[in-house]
Protein backbone atom coordinates (compact mmCIF):
# COMPACT_ATOMS: atom_id res chain seq x y z
CA UNK A 1 0.00 0.00 0.00
CA UNK A 2 2.79 2.34 0.87
CA UNK A 3 3.22 2.80 -3.36
CA UNK A 4 -0.52 3.78 -3.81
CA UNK A 5 0.05 6.12 -0.88
CA UNK A 6 3.28 7.51 -2.70
CA UNK A 7 1.63 7.53 -6.41
CA UNK A 8 -1.61 9.32 -4.95
CA UNK A 9 1.04 12.50 -3.02
CA UNK A 10 2.73 12.55 -6.52
CA UNK A 11 -0.79 13.10 -8.59
CA UNK A 12 -1.60 15.59 -6.30
CA UNK A 13 0.96 17.72 -5.44
CA UNK A 14 -0.87 19.39 -2.47
CA UNK A 15 -1.38 18.71 0.81
CA UNK A 16 -3.81 15.36 0.98
CA UNK A 17 -5.98 14.79 4.42
CA UNK A 18 -5.12 11.60 5.88
CA UNK A 19 -9.55 11.13 5.54
CA UNK A 20 -9.44 11.47 1.83
CA UNK A 21 -6.16 8.97 1.33
CA UNK A 22 -7.85 5.92 3.49
CA UNK A 23 -10.81 6.47 1.24
CA UNK A 24 -9.68 6.29 -1.79
CA UNK A 25 -7.01 3.69 -0.67
CA UNK A 26 -9.92 1.83 0.89
CA UNK A 27 -8.06 1.31 4.35
CA UNK A 28 -8.36 3.06 7.90
CA UNK A 29 -6.66 6.29 8.97
CA UNK A 30 -3.94 4.14 11.16
CA UNK A 31 -3.12 2.07 8.04
CA UNK A 32 -2.46 5.70 5.86
CA UNK A 33 -0.30 6.98 9.08
CA UNK A 34 1.39 3.80 9.51
CA UNK A 35 2.45 3.90 5.33
CA UNK A 36 3.72 7.43 5.79
CA UNK A 37 6.30 6.33 8.71
CA UNK A 38 7.56 3.21 6.44
CA UNK A 39 7.90 6.06 3.65
CA UNK A 40 9.72 8.57 5.57
CA UNK A 41 11.82 5.94 7.21
CA UNK A 42 12.71 4.65 3.53
CA UNK A 43 14.11 8.33 3.06
CA UNK A 44 11.12 10.12 1.31
CA UNK A 45 10.35 13.90 3.15
CA UNK A 46 6.71 13.98 3.70
CA UNK A 47 5.08 16.42 5.74
CA UNK A 48 2.69 15.73 8.17
CA UNK A 49 0.18 18.42 10.04
CA UNK A 50 -3.34 18.24 10.97
CA UNK A 51 -4.45 19.39 7.93
CA UNK A 52 -2.71 16.40 6.60
CA UNK A 53 0.12 14.78 4.51
CA UNK A 54 2.34 16.51 2.07
CA UNK A 55 5.31 14.90 -0.54
CA UNK A 56 8.45 17.11 -0.25
CA UNK A 57 11.01 15.43 -1.59
CA UNK A 58 12.31 11.88 -2.64
CA UNK A 59 15.59 10.40 -2.11
CA UNK A 60 18.46 9.51 -4.69
CA UNK A 61 17.76 6.38 -3.89
CA UNK A 62 16.53 3.84 -6.86
CA UNK A 63 13.84 2.32 -4.52
CA UNK A 64 10.73 0.38 -6.16
CA UNK A 65 8.90 3.41 -5.46
CA UNK A 66 10.93 5.48 -7.84
CA UNK A 67 9.37 3.46 -10.69
CA UNK A 68 5.85 3.93 -10.59
CA UNK A 69 4.05 1.39 -12.23
CA UNK A 70 6.99 -0.76 -12.10
CA UNK A 71 7.48 -1.19 -8.11
CA UNK A 72 6.68 -5.43 -8.12
CA UNK A 73 9.35 -5.64 -10.44
CA UNK A 74 12.23 -3.74 -8.44
CA UNK A 75 14.09 -5.34 -6.06
CA UNK A 76 16.30 -2.96 -4.04
CA UNK A 77 19.30 -3.92 -1.83
CA UNK A 78 21.50 -1.66 0.30
CA UNK A 79 24.23 -3.59 -0.24
CA UNK A 80 25.11 -6.61 -2.03
CA UNK A 81 27.72 -8.54 -3.79
CA UNK A 82 26.84 -8.18 -6.78
CA UNK A 83 23.13 -7.55 -8.59
CA UNK A 84 23.88 -9.80 -11.18
CA UNK A 85 24.01 -12.64 -8.56
CA UNK A 86 20.75 -11.75 -7.48
CA UNK A 87 19.29 -11.43 -10.74
CA UNK A 88 20.37 -14.62 -11.93
CA UNK A 89 18.76 -16.51 -9.01
CA UNK A 90 15.41 -14.11 -9.92
CA UNK A 91 15.66 -15.66 -13.34
CA UNK A 92 15.93 -19.38 -12.55
CA UNK A 93 13.40 -18.73 -10.65
CA UNK A 94 11.05 -17.27 -13.27
CA UNK A 95 11.00 -13.65 -13.22
CA UNK A 96 9.69 -11.70 -16.15
CA UNK A 97 11.12 -10.08 -18.62
CA UNK A 98 11.64 -5.91 -17.29
CA UNK A 99 12.89 -7.37 -13.25
CA UNK A 100 15.12 -4.61 -11.86
CA UNK A 101 17.60 -5.53 -9.38
CA UNK A 102 18.81 -2.37 -7.87
CA UNK A 103 21.75 -1.34 -5.07
CA UNK A 104 23.35 1.22 -3.54
CA UNK A 105 26.81 -0.34 -2.83
CA UNK A 106 27.96 -3.60 -4.71
CA UNK A 107 31.04 -5.42 -2.49
CA UNK A 108 31.98 -7.77 -5.29
CA UNK A 109 30.72 -5.85 -8.42
CA UNK A 110 31.36 -7.51 -11.22
CA UNK A 111 33.14 -6.46 -14.78
CA UNK A 112 33.85 -8.41 -18.04
CA UNK A 113 37.01 -11.33 -17.91
CA UNK A 114 36.53 -11.93 -14.18
CA UNK A 115 37.44 -8.31 -12.97
CA UNK A 116 35.97 -6.24 -9.90
CA UNK A 117 33.58 -3.32 -10.61
CA UNK A 118 34.46 -0.54 -8.03
CA UNK A 119 30.99 0.13 -7.00
CA UNK A 120 31.18 3.62 -4.46
CA UNK A 121 28.27 5.55 -3.34
CA UNK A 122 26.84 7.77 -5.96
CA UNK A 123 26.73 5.40 -8.84
CA UNK A 124 23.62 3.54 -10.64
CA UNK A 125 24.13 -0.23 -9.90
CA UNK A 126 21.55 -2.30 -11.73
CA UNK A 127 20.81 -5.37 -13.29
CA UNK A 128 17.97 -6.12 -16.12
CA UNK A 129 16.31 -9.11 -16.45
CA UNK A 130 15.38 -9.59 -20.19
CA UNK A 131 14.11 -12.94 -22.21
CA UNK A 132 14.70 -12.18 -25.73
CA UNK A 133 12.79 -14.25 -28.12
CA UNK A 134 16.41 -14.64 -29.96
CA UNK A 135 18.69 -17.84 -30.93
CA UNK A 136 22.21 -17.86 -28.61
CA UNK A 137 24.08 -16.97 -31.61
CA UNK A 138 21.96 -13.18 -31.78
CA UNK A 139 22.48 -12.31 -28.05
CA UNK A 140 25.62 -10.92 -28.78
CA UNK A 141 23.58 -7.85 -29.98
CA UNK A 142 21.84 -7.17 -26.43
CA UNK A 143 25.07 -5.65 -25.28
CA UNK A 144 25.43 -3.73 -27.97
CA UNK A 145 22.21 -2.13 -27.46
CA UNK A 146 22.45 -1.81 -24.11
CA UNK A 147 25.58 0.58 -24.64
CA UNK A 148 23.83 2.70 -27.06
CA UNK A 149 20.42 2.84 -24.48
CA UNK A 150 22.88 4.08 -21.76
CA UNK A 151 24.50 6.65 -24.60
CA UNK A 152 22.01 7.72 -25.83
CA UNK A 153 20.20 8.42 -22.25
CA UNK A 154 22.77 10.56 -21.09
CA UNK A 155 22.72 12.46 -23.96
CA UNK A 156 18.79 13.02 -24.14
CA UNK A 157 18.73 13.65 -20.87
CA UNK A 158 21.83 16.22 -20.33
CA UNK A 159 23.48 16.30 -23.54
CA UNK A 160 27.06 14.88 -23.01
CA UNK A 161 27.90 13.69 -26.11
CA UNK A 162 28.56 9.63 -24.65
CA UNK A 163 30.30 7.10 -27.23
CA UNK A 164 30.05 3.35 -27.29
CA UNK A 165 33.67 1.47 -27.02
CA UNK A 166 33.37 -2.02 -28.37
CA UNK A 167 31.61 -4.71 -26.66
CA UNK A 168 30.47 -3.26 -23.57
CA UNK A 169 31.81 0.36 -22.47
CA UNK A 170 30.44 4.05 -22.96
CA UNK A 171 32.99 6.75 -22.66
CA UNK A 172 32.93 10.23 -22.51
CA UNK A 173 36.20 11.57 -23.90
CA UNK A 174 37.58 8.64 -23.96
CA UNK A 175 37.53 8.31 -20.29
CA UNK A 176 35.35 5.09 -18.98
CA UNK A 177 31.57 6.25 -17.89
CA UNK A 178 29.69 2.78 -17.74
CA UNK A 179 30.57 -0.65 -17.66
CA UNK A 180 27.97 -3.11 -18.83
CA UNK A 181 27.76 -6.98 -18.36
CA UNK A 182 25.33 -9.07 -19.77
CA UNK A 183 25.15 -12.91 -18.67
CA UNK A 184 23.26 -15.28 -21.12
CA UNK A 185 21.69 -18.88 -20.29
CA UNK A 186 20.38 -20.70 -22.95
CA UNK A 187 19.40 -24.09 -23.83
CA UNK A 188 20.05 -25.60 -27.39
CA UNK A 189 17.75 -24.05 -29.66
CA UNK A 190 16.88 -21.04 -27.60
CA UNK A 191 17.68 -18.48 -25.07
CA UNK A 192 16.50 -18.69 -21.39
CA UNK A 193 17.39 -14.83 -20.60
CA UNK A 194 19.55 -12.29 -20.64
CA UNK A 195 20.59 -10.41 -17.66
CA UNK A 196 21.99 -6.96 -18.24
CA UNK A 197 24.29 -5.51 -15.72
CA UNK A 198 24.73 -1.75 -15.91
CA UNK A 199 27.44 0.59 -13.61
CA UNK A 200 27.35 3.71 -14.10
CA UNK A 201 29.38 6.71 -12.35
CA UNK A 202 25.93 8.86 -12.19
CA UNK A 203 27.22 11.07 -9.08
CA UNK A 204 30.59 9.10 -8.14
CA UNK A 205 33.33 11.19 -6.52
CA UNK A 206 36.71 9.96 -9.34
CA UNK A 207 39.97 9.95 -7.40
CA UNK A 208 42.99 9.75 -9.35
CA UNK A 209 43.48 5.79 -8.35
CA UNK A 210 40.95 5.80 -11.86
CA UNK A 211 42.33 8.06 -14.16
CA UNK A 212 40.50 6.73 -17.27
CA UNK A 213 37.24 6.65 -15.30
CA UNK A 214 35.00 10.16 -15.08
CA UNK A 215 31.02 10.53 -13.42
CA UNK A 216 28.55 13.23 -14.50
CA UNK A 217 28.42 14.98 -11.67
CA UNK A 218 32.12 15.84 -12.57
CA UNK A 219 30.99 17.09 -16.32
CA UNK A 220 28.12 18.73 -15.58
CA UNK A 221 29.17 20.87 -11.93
CA UNK A 222 26.11 18.95 -10.18
CA UNK A 223 24.39 16.12 -9.19
CA UNK A 224 22.52 14.19 -11.88
CA UNK A 225 18.75 12.88 -11.01
CA UNK A 226 19.88 8.98 -11.26
CA UNK A 227 16.02 7.75 -10.70
CA UNK A 228 14.94 9.50 -14.00
CA UNK A 229 18.78 8.16 -16.00
CA UNK A 230 18.15 4.54 -14.79
CA UNK A 231 14.65 4.85 -15.88
CA UNK A 232 15.74 6.06 -18.71
CA UNK A 233 18.24 3.31 -19.47
CA UNK A 234 15.88 0.12 -18.52
CA UNK A 235 12.93 1.96 -21.03
CA UNK A 236 15.60 2.63 -23.60
CA UNK A 237 17.10 -0.59 -23.33
CA UNK A 238 13.50 -2.85 -23.37
CA UNK A 239 12.33 -0.68 -26.79
CA UNK A 240 15.21 -1.65 -28.21
CA UNK A 241 14.89 -5.39 -27.45
CA UNK A 242 11.68 -5.13 -29.06
CA UNK A 243 13.87 -5.03 -32.39
CA UNK A 244 16.94 -6.65 -31.51
CA UNK A 245 16.98 -8.78 -34.88
CA UNK A 246 16.38 -5.97 -36.70
CA UNK A 247 20.07 -4.37 -38.30
CA UNK A 248 18.39 -0.59 -37.48
CA UNK A 249 20.03 -1.90 -33.76
CA UNK A 250 23.59 -2.74 -35.54
CA UNK A 251 23.61 0.78 -37.57
CA UNK A 252 22.13 2.94 -34.19
CA UNK A 253 25.42 1.56 -33.00
CA UNK A 254 27.76 2.50 -34.90
CA UNK A 255 26.35 5.68 -34.94
CA UNK A 256 27.61 5.71 -31.47
CA UNK A 257 30.63 4.25 -31.97
CA UNK A 258 34.18 5.45 -30.61
CA UNK A 259 35.81 2.16 -31.62
CA UNK A 260 35.12 1.89 -35.34
CA UNK A 261 38.35 3.62 -37.16
CA UNK A 262 40.12 3.30 -34.81
CA UNK A 263 43.60 0.89 -34.15
CA UNK A 264 42.83 -1.17 -31.71
CA UNK A 265 44.32 -3.86 -29.56
CA UNK A 266 42.30 -7.11 -28.38
CA UNK A 267 43.10 -10.18 -25.98
CA UNK A 268 41.48 -12.96 -27.22
CA UNK A 269 42.58 -15.76 -24.95
CA UNK A 270 46.54 -16.43 -25.97
CA UNK A 271 46.27 -14.62 -28.91
CA UNK A 272 46.33 -10.63 -29.79
CA UNK A 273 44.72 -9.07 -32.16
CA UNK A 274 45.74 -5.90 -34.29
CA UNK A 275 45.09 -3.65 -36.61
CA UNK A 276 41.91 -0.85 -37.79
CA UNK A 277 38.69 -1.90 -36.19
CA UNK A 278 36.11 -1.48 -39.28
CA UNK A 279 32.78 -2.31 -38.39
CA UNK A 280 30.54 -5.21 -37.18
CA UNK A 281 28.89 -8.01 -38.48
CA UNK A 282 25.81 -9.07 -38.30
CA UNK A 283 26.19 -10.81 -34.95
CA UNK A 284 28.00 -7.95 -33.01
CA UNK A 285 31.33 -9.17 -33.72
CA UNK A 286 34.23 -6.97 -34.51
CA UNK A 287 35.80 -6.35 -37.64
CA UNK A 288 39.98 -5.53 -37.84
CA UNK A 289 41.42 -5.20 -40.90
CA UNK A 290 45.33 -6.36 -39.83
CA UNK A 291 48.32 -4.58 -41.51
CA UNK A 292 48.68 -7.24 -43.68
CA UNK A 293 45.13 -6.82 -45.59
CA UNK A 294 44.02 -9.76 -43.64
CA UNK A 295 40.49 -9.23 -42.02
CA UNK A 296 40.20 -10.94 -38.72
CA UNK A 297 36.07 -11.38 -36.71
CA UNK A 298 36.82 -11.21 -33.36
CA UNK A 299 33.61 -12.22 -31.38
CA UNK A 300 34.89 -11.21 -27.71
CA UNK A 301 38.16 -10.06 -25.85
CA UNK A 302 39.88 -7.09 -24.32
CA UNK A 303 39.68 -4.00 -26.85
CA UNK A 304 42.29 -1.46 -26.08
CA UNK A 305 41.96 1.38 -28.54
CA UNK A 306 45.61 2.45 -29.94
CA UNK A 307 47.40 5.85 -29.72
CA UNK A 308 50.18 5.03 -32.34
Not at 169 to 182: F, N, P, Q, T
Not at 216 to 226: K, Q, T
Not at 278 to 306: M, Q, Y
Request: hydrophobic share 45%; with cysteine.
Amino acid sequence: MCYELLRLLRERGDRVSGEALSRELGVSRVAVWKSVRELVAAGYDISATSRGYFLISSPDVLLPGEFPGWEDRVHYLEEVDSTMTVARDLARKGAEQGTLVTAERQTGGRGRLARVWFSPPGGIYMTLVTRPAVAAFMAPRINLLSAVAVASAVESLHGIPARVKWPNDVLVDGKKLCGILAEMEAETDAVRFVNVGVGLNANVRITDAFPDAVSLCHLLGHHVNRRLLAWEVVEGILRRLQCVQSADILDEWRRYAHTLGRRVSIATGDTTVEGLASDIDEFGALLVKRDDGSLATVVAGDCVHRTD
